[in-house]
């Protein structure tokens, strides 16, 4: 369910038409739905209120502008952040240091360092290496360290290759052989206090068994983990629940996600963490562009639009299907394929599909673009970076500029010895 809708013919963000944002803004642009957003959060939070403790930390990579992280804090949620630009973000729009979450494989030395003096909440160490760095930093700047293990617990997630990451070959976490003994060696360092287990077996996963899979085999490991004297209190399942992208595509609901994880995590004494991002911001945006020309083309003519693969990137990386709508279609159909202005190939958004009739000139969306779209966004060609609006009602602001080539360019420098 989203808030984006025709009215009289025109797609309105709310109570906005997206022709207006278009002359007042111009295209490319994101453009995010505040009541999408509050909404998914909230269908989110609640179906996970099943449980007996929760704490939810919103994926910042999915879409880390700072509006809407306002938004989720403002709904309960902490971060599950990547590198100290998403923990300053996080900080800066007011999330308390206690719920945030620092996950990857790479921290450095000085983003551990930076974490710990900030105050987070939780550390999900990737390898019994990162805990002992992080360790001799704790007790060099006298603080202890709390963390979870992230456990790779060889399960397929049967989502793209690109995207998943609990198989034994994916770099994240620790291998799960080895998981109980490190899990030991930390638990008696001095500086870290080891509360839990942590997990993320892949994004957009359409289906709950491997998630489930993973879980139960989670579930083993903190048995003996505690049996060995160790504590266990927290749990991080990850994020990964999958959206629909095409119209008709049936996927999990929340509440089965959440009535998944209470069965099987049934009597095991946890706070439950969860770091949900595409679930959360999917649905709650769209890329709106326009038709630079319509050239013809091999068996269907070329839909050119002015929005690229630096703008939306999910295309040309994993194949990703977006729905194309005109911002007021017609009615008619016609056969595209639709492509950006950039000059290779992979700059291509859909071949040979149906879509509604468009021609030079006319606005239209690429749907469920609010996850993984402007996060993912870069100036290949020397393109302007993409900006970003958010709608309330009959309210909208833009969020994010457009960061034009001039400002990039003032940023670049050429040496005296070129001169
Ligand atoms: N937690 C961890 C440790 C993660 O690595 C991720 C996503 C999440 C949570 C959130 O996953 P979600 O709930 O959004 O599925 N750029 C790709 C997706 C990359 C996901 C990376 N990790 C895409 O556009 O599909």
């Not at 509360?195 to 993973?214: F, K, T, Y």
């Amino acid at each position: 369910m989203d808030h984006f809708h025709q009215v009289n013919g025109v797609l309105h963000a709310e109570d906005i038409a997206l022709p207006m944002l278009a002359d007042a803004v111009g295209t490319p642009l994101y453009v995010y739905s505040r009541a999408t957003l509050t909404r998914h959060a909230r269908v989110f939070r609640d179906a996970l209120a099943v449980l007996p403790r929760v704490k939810l930390a919103f994926a910042v990579k999915s879409n880390p502008n700072l509006a809407v992280l306002k938004v989720l804090a403002a709904e309960g949620y902490g971060a599950d952040v990547v590198s100290g630009g998403e923990m300053e973000r996080a900080l800066a729009a007011g999330m308390a240091a206690e719920g945030i979450v620092f996950s990857g494989v790479g921290k450095t030395h000085a983003e551990l360092a930076r974490a710990l003096e900030a105050g987070i909440g939780q550390f999900n160490l990737e390898s019994e290496e990162e805990g002992l760095e992080l360790a001799e930093i704790a007790v060099r700047l006298g603080k202890t360290a709390a963390c979870a293990l992230r456990v790779n617990p060889d399960v397929d997630a049967g989502t793209h290759g690109k995207i998943s990451t609990g198989k034994a070959e994916n770099k994240f976490g620790v291998p799960y052989d080895r998981a109980a003994a490190i899990y030991a060696r930390l638990a008696t360092t001095p500086g870290l206090t080891m509360r839990g287990l942590a997990l993320h077996i892949g994004s957009q996963l359409s289906r709950l068994d491997p998630l489930e899979a993973a879980f139960t085999k989670i579930g083993q490991l903190m048995q003996a983990i505690r049996a060995a004297g160790h504590a266990v209190t927290h749990i991080d399942f990850g994020g990964g629940v999958g959206v629909p992208y095409k119209a008709g595509e049936v996927f999990p609901q929340p509440k089965d996600y959440a009535a998944m994880v209470a069965r099987v995590t049934q009597g095991w004494d946890i706070t439950a963490m969860f770091e949900p991002g595409r679930v959360i911001t999917g649905n709650t945006g769209v890329l709106m562009t326009r038709v630079v020309r319509v050239k013809e083309g091999v068996g269907a003519p070329w839909v050119v639009v002015d929005a690229a693969m630096n703008d939306l990137a999910r295309p040309a990386l994993y194949d990703a299907w977006h729905d194309f709508a005109a911002v007021s279609p017609t009615g008619e159909t016609m056969e595209a394929n639709i492509v950006g202005p950039i000059c290779e190939s992979s700059d291509t958004f859909a071949m040979g599909r149906t879509i509604d009739a468009v021609k030079r000139g006319d606005l239209a969306v690429f749907r469920t673009a609010g996850a993984y779209g402007a996060t993912m966004a870069n100036t290949y060609n020397s393109r302007p970076l993409v900006p970003e609006v958010m709608v309330d009602g009959t309210k909208w602001a833009v969020v994010a500029d457009r960061i034009e080539p001039a400002t990039i360019l003032a940023a670049e420098r050429v040496p005296e010895w070129l001169a």
